[in-house]
Antibody, heavy 121, light 107 residues
Framework: QVQLVQSGAEVKKPGASVKVSCKAS????????IHWVRQAPGQRLEWLGW????????KYSQNFQDRVTITRDTSASTAYMELSSLRSEDTAVYYC??????????????WGQGTLVTVSS | DIQMTQSPSSLSASVGDRVTITCRAN??????LNWYQRKPGKAPKLLIY???SLQSGVPSRFSGSGSATDFTLTVSSLQPEDFATYYC?????????FGQGTRLEIK
């Protein structure tokens, strides 16, 4: 069955970076794009960006353009999201999600379990 | 960014009730609207995509409608497992944006 398994919780200091992994199984990794979404306490879900698992092309939200980097390792069927210059407002649960669409508008049919990133001095 | 607004923000209902949640975009998104269900401590689950298409495995009591700026999610007869938070999401353009969520509680 399709699974996206994310790395464990992280505690970081302001100004540091965090890298979250998302390992896919149960399907051919390069068939579908991977998106990253987060939810801070009391806030709505917020999209960070996505990666084309075939060619590695990425697109990021302008809200995170300078701080987020999404990569993938096809040999490991794993996508990564790195967020730099962390601040307290980045405390959130971060999710990866598989994009079921291939040619149509994105829709997320499988999600990782979420990774809590806490930014605190 | 396209702003998505859901109403109501919370809703109390009983098992067997018919409930409707609305989602409004501040500009036309055609039919590029998806609905998710989320339970505490769990990742969101895709219910409806492209405004009205039922995701595989989702019970037929869930339905979606709408286009352009106004959309609805309807649950025809609430079951105990349906009490959760529901989110709409536009995928018409990036950045992809979500509604603030509608919390469906047991009356």
């Amino acid at each position: 069955q399709v699974q996206l398994v994310q790395s464990g919780a992280e505690v970081k200091k302001p100004g540091a970076s965090v890298k979250v992994s998302c390992k896919a199984s149960g399907y051919t990794f390069t068939t579908y794009a991977i998106h990253w979404v987060r939810q801070a306490p009391g806030q709505r879900l917020e999209w960070l960006g996505w990666i084309n698992a075939v060619n590695g092309n990425t697109k990021y939200s302008q809200n995170f353009q300078d701080r987020v980097t999404i990569t993938r390792d096809t040999s490991a069927s794993t996508a990564y999201m790195e967020l730099s210059s962390l601040r307290s407002e980045d405390t959130a649960v971060y999710y990866c999600a598989r994009d079921l669409s291939v040619v149509t508008a994105p829709l997320f049919d499988y999600w990782g379990q979420g990774t809590l990133v806490t930014v605190s001095s | 960014d396209i702003q998505m607004t859901q109403s109501p923000s919370s809703l109390s209902a009983s098992v067997g009730d018919r409930v409707t949640i609305t989602c409004r975009a501040n500009q036309s998104i055609n039919s590029n609207l998806n609905w998710y269900q989320r339970k505490p401590g769990k990742a969101p689950k895709l219910l409806i995509y492209a405004a009205s298409s039922l995701q595989s495995g989702v019970p037929s009591r869930f339905s979606g409608s709408g286009s352009a700026t106004d959309f609805t999610l309807t649950v025809s007869s609430l079951q105990p497992e349906d009490f959760a938070t529901y989110y709409c999401q536009q995928s018409y353009t990036t950045p992809i944006t979500f509604g603030q969520g509608t919390r469906l509680e047991i009356k």
